[in-house]
Each structure stands twice: as C-alpha cells, then as structure tokens.
C-alpha cells in the first residue's frame, strides 16, 4: 500500500512517514520539537513558581512580577520603566516597584494566574522578635538608610512593634516589600 506524504510538524517540510505515527521528518526535527516543548514546561514551571511568591492583593510589584501579571517581557517593561513611560517608584538602590493601578491603567487587566493549589492562606504575620527585623537590621540587610525603611514601613502600612528601645517589624512583610531580583 502506498504510504502519504505527511507534513513535519516543525520544519513544516512534505515527508514519507517511517510508520503511521510519525510526525516529523527527521531525528534532528523530533529533537527540536522535544527541546521546544521541556522549554514550554520549564517556563511554564517558572511563572507558576513565581505567581506563587505574590502575595494577595500585594499593590507594588518588582518589575519580573509586573512583567508576568501582564504578560510583558521583562526587557520591555524595564525599558519603559527606564524611558519613564511606567512611572515607578524606587525603593532603594535597584529596588525598582511598579504601583498595580499603573499597570493596570496602561495595559489593561492583570492576567489571571496559575494559583497554588491550596486555598488561599490569610495573610498571618507574627510580631514575635524571632520573626522580626529590627529597622536597624532592615537598613543593613536591604543597603537602604533607617529613614527610608521608616518611610516605606508607614506608607505601605507594614504592622511594627517596639521592644525596648528598638523598632520591629515582620521579617515576612519586610522580605516581600524588597525582596525581588529586579535587579537592573
Ligand atoms: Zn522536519
């Protein structure tokens, strides 16, 4: 029986199928369709992964995160962020925090995410000292002065607690608001 040229599916190219099931001309196609597709999933890995680190309703993003909630490219949006055409707010050296609302005015909705799996967790921060950073800590961990984390702890209404003559705040809140490798 007379077998049917079929159609690579990727280099697109007419072939003679070895048996019914082949879809590609070639070894070297098969490979190439196979890099493509781990590449897919490892990317695919990574948004997931890190849609997850984003707390709920978190109002500033790292640009990777602001990138990902609208499906921008990272380049893109720091050329933007770069051009002042997003504005931003820089929290400190490289510590680049776009506002939601900016985003969302300039490009629409955010895209909606691969959530974790489990329900979502209420937001607990412990003000126990173990889990806390004193601002002293958190100048010298983020390379910022005690005056900014000041600032910051008051406008993005990060809970404190004095203990002593020195002032605490949630290591979780402080590592969210500067953590973030959007690093420029
Ligand atoms: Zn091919």
Do not use: W
């Not at 280099?11 to 070895?18: M, N, R, S, T």
């Not at 005015?105 to 950073?133: H, M, T, V, W």
């Not at 800590?137 to 203990?163: C, D, L, M, W």
């Amino acid at each position: 029986m007379k077998r049917i040229n079929k159609q690579c599916l990727n280099c697109g190219e007419e072939f003679l199928p070895k048996t019914v099931t082949s879809v590609y001309c070639s070894h070297i196609c098969s490979k190439k369709a196979y890099k493509v597709k781990m590449k897919g999933l490892k990317n695919e890995a990574e948004l997931k992964a890190l849609a997850d680190k984003i707390p709920e309703n978190r109002a500033f993003l790292s640009v990777p995160e602001a990138g990902m909630l609208f499906g921008i490219a990272k380049r893109t949006l720091y050329r933007l962020v770069g051009q002042g055409k997003i504005p931003s707010v820089n929290l400190g050296t490289r510590l680049v925090r776009i506002d939601l609302r900016v985003m969302e005015g300039i490009f629409g909705p955010a895209r909606a995410l691969p959530q974790a799996q489990s329900a979502p967790k209420k937001k607990l921060y412990s003000l126990e000292k173990e889990d806390c950073y004193s601002i002293g800590e958190i100048a010298q961990r983020f390379q910022i002065s005690e005056g900014s984390v000041y600032n910051h702890i008051r406008k993005y209404s990060i809970p404190t607690r004095q203990i002593g003559k020195h002032v605490y705040a949630p290591k979780m809140e402080i590592d969210n608001l500067y953590n973030g490798n959007d690093f420029i």
